[in-house]
């Protein structure tokens, strides 16, 4: 029995695996984790690094810009990774493929998800 050129790839997993995250995390706490950065014209910048000062953070892409952003939850940038609203990766980043592809398989929810280790802004229960 001869099998199909296709076979090999449909087995090793092509289908990528969905990740759960909670919708209202930390703005940056997002960013770290997922590592892309929507710019204002719609191109989708791989992120090399983000240093988090206080209520702001400088971020380097991978193509060598470098910027200044606030942690806010409903800024531009917030809704777009959320809403997964882009026109393109970035060439000069190379954002590869198979990142592209987990980001489309990411999951943001109100109920359920990862958390990012948002737990510090919650308050605790007297309990615990």
């Known amino acids: 029995?001869?099998?199909?050129?296709?076979?090999?790839?449909?087995?090793?997993?092509?289908?990528?695996?969905?990740?759960?995250?909670r919708k209202n995390v930390r703005f940056f706490s997002l960013i770290e984790k997922i590592k892309l950065w929507p710019s204002?014209?719609?191109?989708?910048?791989?992120?090399?690094s983000i240093a988090v000062n206080g209520d702001s953070a400088t971020i380097l892409t991978h193509c060598g810009e470098t910027?200044?952003?606030?942690?806010?939850?409903?800024?531009?940038a917030?809704?777009?990774l959320r809403n997964k609203w882009y026109a393109k990766p970035c060439r000069r980043c190379q954002t590869p493929d198979w990142k592209i592809a987990k980001y489309s398989a990411t999951v943001l929810n109100q109920k359920w998800g990862a958390g990012l280790g948002d737990s510090a802004e919650r308050p605790q229960?007297?309990?615990?």
């Open 1 to 21: 029995m001869t099998r199909p050129i296709n076979a090999v790839a449909a087995t090793s997993g092509s289908e990528p695996k969905k990740r759960y995250y």
């Open 40 to 48: 204002r014209a719609g191109v989708l910048h791989g992120v090399k």
């Open 78 to 80: 917030a809704r777009w």
């Open 67 to 76: 910027f200044t952003a606030r942690d806010s939850r409903t800024s531009r």
């Open 125 to 128: 229960s007297p309990n615990n």
